[in-house]
């Protein structure tokens, strides 16, 4: 078959596809099973969130993950004009490390003491009780909960670095789309189980919390989607009509209803706002491309039956609306509504952000530390709580109180950095793929773009199960080519 010729700078398609020997192959398909195992063992370890907060097999896991991505920087899977944002969120990610790590070291006490106002303050009240103050603390404002919160900061980094080499070749990319897939539809239907069995008031499954539960359930549900329609436009086994009764996309598409009942299950008020808007955002976002670039050119899309798709849709949204109904969902929702407790939330957690502020001007240049919220919160809340607070329920708020002022620029001018680099690059793949074969990246910004917003009013990624998720979605996003690919029998030039 004759090429078209390419003009000269254009990107490759095998610049994706990189040429690597069998075993490195074997290794991607062993990081594959830990990023596997890693993730099931969140399901049966509360999400990891009790104490220690990552287990010690699961660290081990990332940190194996972790020497696979360096062994993969080594040959070259970093480099390469595609590369450019994930190589910016490596480096963003290591000085997040080393900096939250510098705060956690136990450092001479005379030193902390003279560069902290707060430990200065606590030396004095030591020394006024009669009490020696130890040799060596570190800077971080609680000291027992930052060791945990360095931990679970170091294996989330070691895990993207692990899964951001996977994401540099087709095959590996795929079964991670596949992973996130799961872990939404396993999380959901987790959360409808304990809701619809089990006599839970809300649904929470493996994440422990419905709020968090929902977070993690509408992370993966866009992927699932975009999945499932790129399945129909490339495979030839999901492409009858769906009322044929042997396209097997039907099964899937009910398993991803009953995992959305789950998510509308845990009554989480701002996770179901952003996904109803996201969602809606992003329907309207895919029918507006469809039309304006045309249809489809896959032949199988072709095969597509839309009548039949419309209907089948339409038995499943009235099946979706009987089982919320026959779950109690809406009276879930009223009995919380007309508990008067939404104020009393806001207000909560308007304090938590401006008792984190105030305790961040005592010390603005060193910051609280990691986990050092715990101990702001626990200071300088006027309103009373029911059990100590440690999150301040705003992921962004949080991460400049405890890293500092100067750490929080750096670490914002880097983010500019990996953010101007994914758009370069961005604008680049509309040289190779069309409308059509960029769906599933934008299901993998439409998911993590979720749960960024729900941080703002929540700590879901304070859960590693979460994190860790959200983790394999932001490797796709920023190196989406190799997912981006089903087939090279043309080229774009």
Same mark, same amino acid.
């Given at each position: ?73 080594? *040959? ?60 060596? +603390? ?80 509408? &992370? ?21 009509? *769906? ?14 209803? &009953? ?27 895919? +029918? ?42 809406? @009276? ?11 104020? @009393? ?12 502020? @105030? ?14 919220? @715990? ?33 929080? =620029?750096?670490?914002?001018? =880097? ?37 960024? &917003? ?10 590693? *199960? ?18 981006? +690919? ?8």
């Amino acid at each position: 078959m004759s090429e078209p010729a390419t003009r000269p700078g254009a990107i490759e398609p095998e610049d994706y596809l990189v040429a690597v020997p069998n075993w490195v192959r074997v290794g991607d398909s062993l990081a594959l099973v830990l990023v596997a195992l890693v993730l099931l063992g969140g399901f049966f370890s509360e999400g990891y969130a009790s104490r220690p907060l990552l287990r010690g097999w699961a660290w081990a896991a990332c940190g194996a993950l972790g020497a696979w991505g360096i062994i993969g920087a080594a *040959l070259g899977r970093w480099s390469g004009p595609m590369r450019a944002p994930a190589r910016w969120m490596a480096v963003l990610g290591l000085v997040g490390v080393l900096w939250t790590g510098f705060q956690a070291m136990p450092l001479p006490a005379s030193f902390v003491v003279s560069k902290s106002p707060v430990w200065a303050q606590v030396a004095a009240n030591f020394a006024e009780a009669g009490v020696p103050l130890p040799e060596r +603390i570190p800077f971080a404002h609680s000291p027992s909960r930052a060791p945990l919160a360095w931990n679970q900061l170091v294996a989330c980094y070691l895990f993207f670095l692990g899964v951001a080499v996977l994401a540099t070749r087709r095959t590996p990319a795929a079964r991670l789309v596949l992973l996130v897939s799961l872990v939404a539809v396993a999380e959901g239907l987790l959360g409808l189980f304990a809701f619809t069995f089990a006599g839970a008031q809300r649904a929470s499954g493996a994440a422990y919390n419905p709020n968090h539960h929902a977070a993690l359930v509408l &992370l993966g549900m866009p992927i699932l989607l975009g999945g499932m329609l790129q399945m129909r436009r490339h495979l030839p086994a999901f492409s009858d009509g *769906l009322l044929s009764g042997r396209n097997p996309l039907l099964f899937l598409l009910f398993l991803a209803l &009953l995992a959305g009942i789950g998510w509308a299950a845990s009554l989480s008020r701002a996770s179901l706002a952003i996904g109803i808007v996201i969602l809606l955002a992003w329907g309207l976002v895919e +029918i507006l491309g469809a039309l304006h670039h045309g249809p489809d050119s896959s032949q199988v899309a072709s095969r597509t039956n839309l009548a039949g798709t419309l209907v089948v849709l339409g038995f499943l949204g009235g099946f979706g609306l009987l089982t919320l109904h026959s779950v109690a969902v809406p @009276e879930g929702f009223a009995r919380r509504g007309l508990g008067g407790g939404d104020l @009393e939330m806001a207000e909560r957690r308007l304090e938590f952000w401006r008792a984190s502020f @105030e305790a961040l001007a005592e010390t603005p240049w060193l910051g609280l530390g990691p986990g050092g919220s @715990e101990h702001a919160l626990l200071r300088f809340v006027r309103v009373p709580t029911v059990t100590n607070p440690i999150h301040a329920h705003n992921d962004y708020v949080q991460v400049l109180a405890e890293v500092g002022a100067p750490a929080a =620029l750096v670490l914002a001018g =880097l983010l500019v950095c990996m953010l101007v680099a994914l758009a370069r690059e961005t604008r680049r793949r509309r040289e190779l793929f069309d409308w059509h074969e960029r769906r599933l990246q934008r299901a993998c910004v439409v998911g993590l773009l979720t749960v960024l &917003l729900h941080s703002a009013v929540e700590f879901p990624l304070r859960l590693p *199960l979460v994190a860790f998720t959200a983790l394999i979605l932001l490797a796709l996003v920023l190196n989406p080519g190799p997912i981006l +690919i089903a087939a090279f029998a043309r080229r774009r030039t």
